[in-house]
């Protein structure tokens, strides 16, 4: 492995559309925040189809391609193996990764199932590298901030929480889904690809859960396919709190609807992606909502903010998010939120989502 005072080596496995998001949070990051992160080097994109890894290659200026993943995993010129490629295939990708002492990051959810999501989370302990999964939505910083307002007390204790990740995009019977149509490569539809982005929201405001009762269904049908693309489940909270949890990809009227209500003992928040760049917060007392602008006081933005309402965007989350496990890397870390532990906690509660649903 390189020295510390060096830029961070990057290989990337997987050519398509969220390692385009991911290069180019890559090619700003150092920039955007140069007394946190050193530079980065792209040095190799692995896919198995050879037009695709170089038009991203070419795209967004990494030095080569290859077609077997050893060529990062194994690599003596690469410190960090970030995983976009399908479900099915993360878990062997990082495991060899983490065993070859490279640093880990991996596209959501952490696995296809919850026997592999444990295997990575336990190769991450052991081999003592920074291995994060990509739940970016927890450091946008209207979310941070109601993070950041729930630890100071602002709203009291919290009492419930509701929150949902809903699209459209699959309500189309004639679009093809890929690889997220196989149970065997994609794991549980919507309530994995979706799903668990909203859970790992709720267990970042309102803490650990367990799950009371659930539903998953499938609304669109697809010849040859079982597919489930909508679930729900009624939660409990540890610290007493309740809670409702939604996921669906075929929600007519829902673009990318990723929000929650946050409910305490003296106030609540709301938040929808829809308008990422506000969160709302009604006081102890008061009548109606306060509209707050995401702006350089709230946690992140003032790298990429003068003033508030300049406006944030989703590529910037995967700035905030690499950059928090870069300077990790950097610092000697072995950590780096969100982790595999992080991974595996949402992969159990999907596990339970799915056995609630099937006992009724």
């Known amino acids: ?17 969220i390692a385009g998001v991911h290069s ?42 290859a077609a077997e993943v050893e060529a990062v995993t194994e690599a003596q010129d690469i410190d960090v193996v970030d995983i976009c490629a399908p479900n099915h295939v993360h878990a062997a990708v990082a495991i060899a990764a983490l065993d070859h002492g490279k640093h880990v990051v991996c596209e959501k959810p952490l696995a296809s199932d919850l ?19 990509c739940f970016y939505y927890r450091t946008w910083p209207a979310i941070a901030h109601a993070r950041r307002l729930v630890d ?14 809903l699209q459209e995009y699959a309500a189309d019977p004639a679009l093809g889904l890929g690889w997220r149509a196989s149970s065997q490569e994609g794991g549980a539809g919507a309530l994995d690809d979706l799903g668990s982005h909203v859970l ?41 709190a309740s809670g409702v949890v939604e996921a669906g ?5 829902h673009a990318c609807d990723l929000g929650f209500e946050l409910e305490g003992t003296h106030g609540a928040i709301r938040f929808g992606w829809e ?27 003032g790298a990429f903010l003068g003033v508030p309402g300049q406006q944030m965007g989703y590529r910037d989350a995967f700035t905030l998010g690499l950059a928090g496990m870069l300077a990790a890397v950097s610092a000697g870390a072995v950590s780096a939120a969100p982790s595999f532990e992080d991974g595996l906690r949402v992969a159990e509660l999907v596990a339970a989502i799915r056995q609630a649903a099937r006992a009724g």
């Open 152 to 165: 100071e007390g602002a709203i009291g204790d919290v009492r419930g929480f509701t929150g949902r990740m």
């Open 115 to 133: 026997a592999e999501a444990r295997t990575m989370a336990t190769a991450a302990r052991k081999a003592g590298r920074v291995a994060q999964v």
């Open 1 to 17: 492995m390189k020295g510390s005072n060096g830029p961070i080596r990057i290989g990337i496995v997987g050519a398509g559309y």
């Open 249 to 253: 990809w075929a929600a007519r009227g």
């Open 200 to 240: 790992d929201v709720a267990r970042f405001l309102a803490g650990e859960m367990r799950v009371v009762e659930a539903s998953t269904r499938s609304t669109v049908a697809r010849p040859g396919v079982a597919l489930v693309d909508a679930a729900s489940a009624q939660v409990e909270f540890t610290s007493g």
């Open 275 to 301: 308008r990422a760049n506000e969160l709302e917060v009604r006081w102890d007392g008061g009548e109606r909502f306060e509209r707050q602008l995401v702006g350089p006081l709230m946690p992140g933005a």
């Open 24 to 65: 180019a949070a890559y090619r700003v990051v150092a920039g955007t925040f140069p007394t946190k992160v050193p530079q980065v080097e792209l040095v190799r994109v692995v896919d198995t189809d050879a037009g695709r890894a170089a038009a991203l290659a070419s795209a967004w200026s990494w030095r080569e391609v």
